[in-house]
């Protein structure tokens, strides 16, 4: 069932992670479409379409809290995010020092590897 909580949701998406990740995904998820349904209308339809934060700042709420929990692909499909949203290596790179003090030292390397890694793909 698809409305505007999904196509906005779906637009937003696409912005931010890009056609290829999406339209990948999508393939990939064809036996959950239910969770799909869920992450595009909730998510990106709803939780990101709210004004109080610019992307940007979404973005780098976003790698930190995806550094907490220690979930590398999250994290590197939200580096590229961050990085089309607007946010520098080098404040990508605050969050993951920040981060050191809060989640560890060795989940704050694995941030900055990413990030090495994904702006060299990136930009």
């Known amino acids: 069932m698809r409305g505007s909580d999904w196509e906005n ?4 998406r696409r912005e931010v992670l890009g ?9 990939a998820w ?9 992450v595009v209308r909730f998510a990106w339809g709803t939780v990101w379409q709210r004004p109080a934060f610019d992307r940007k700042l979404k973005s780098l709420l976003t790698v930190a809290m995806l550094t907490a ?4 692909h999250e994290l590197e499909l939200h580096i590229g995010g961050a990085l089309r949203n607007g946010c ?3 404040e990508l790179v ?7 003090v809060y989640c560890g030292v060795p989940a704050a390397i694995d941030t900055v590897r990413s990030i090495k890694q994904i702006s060299d793909e990136v930009c």
Not at 19 to 27: E, P, Q, R
Not at 69 to 72: D, E, F, L
């Open 88 to 90: 520098t290596v080098d």
């Open 94 to 100: 605050e969050v993951a020092v920040h981060s050191a």
């Open 30 to 38: 064809a036996g959950a479409a239910e969770l799909q349904d869920l």
């Open 9 to 12: 949701g779906d637009a937003l």
């Open 19 to 27: 056609d290829a990740y999406v339209d990948g995904v999508s393939d």
């Open 69 to 72: 929990m220690n979930r590398k």
